[in-house]
């Protein structure tokens, strides 16, 4: 048991949660550890969802703003919301995560060990080319959001030129190509749309465009009214003549 608590404090240490966080998850961790004491616990799979939202945002907000394809998405608010489709992967030494000429299917943000990307001669792109080390704090995959964004949008994945594959162990957060289209693209769609050329599409996709717009703006209305909702008054309140005078 102080063996698994002393591997809970280097991984909260290593990831730089704030304190009072750190605390809360070392209390739930060292509870399930309890419960289980032969089990192996992977602390990202055992958090409650309150607490691995909140960790997602501060180990995946920080790279997600390091994304050139997402650099023009506007509000911390749209960010967490993207944040919250990531879903946490780990990766044994030595293992392929994403193979090359095989369909691209997620963004990969990798919060811990390292990851290598690399291309061979019988690959898509025939000419090996330099590997490139994928830390904490770095991510692959980024074409992906470019082809999430296509109108009209395309069925089918656009193919790796690269293989990936973990040097150590690794943890990081994955947002699939399913999430990406169906509910970050869909539902932040105004902020993905800048780049489309308005003047190659039909009618049809045009009305289509029109009715996302719709939807954003409900949307968007929507959010504005709640945000602006008076707290609801307690249903008693103290007399000012109760209230003593010093």
Known sequence: MKLKGLDVELWLYKNRLPLTMQKRIMDNILQKLQENKNGHLEILYSLPP???SFVKRCLCLA?????????????????K???EHFKPVIYAKDSFIIQ???PLDMILLVTQGTVRSYTTSNGVKKDPTTPKHIKQGDFYGEELISWASKFPPSTELPISDKNVRS???????ALTAEDLKNHVVLRYWWQFSKG???KKLTDSQMEQLRELAVIHSQRAFRSRK?????AALPMKTQSMSAVPIL
Request: glycine share 8%; with cysteine; charged share 40%.
């Open 81 to 83: 919301g993207i944040c």
């Open 100 to 102: 090359e000429g095989e």
């Open 196 to 198: 489309i050329d308005l």
């Open 167 to 173: 040097i150590t162990r690794v943890e990081a957060f």
């Open 50 to 52: 309150d607490y691995l």
């Open 226 to 230: 709640r945000a602006e909702k008076p």
């Open 63 to 79: 790279t997600l703003r390091k994304v050139p394809k997402l650099k023009d998405i506007e509000g911390l608010e749209e960010l």
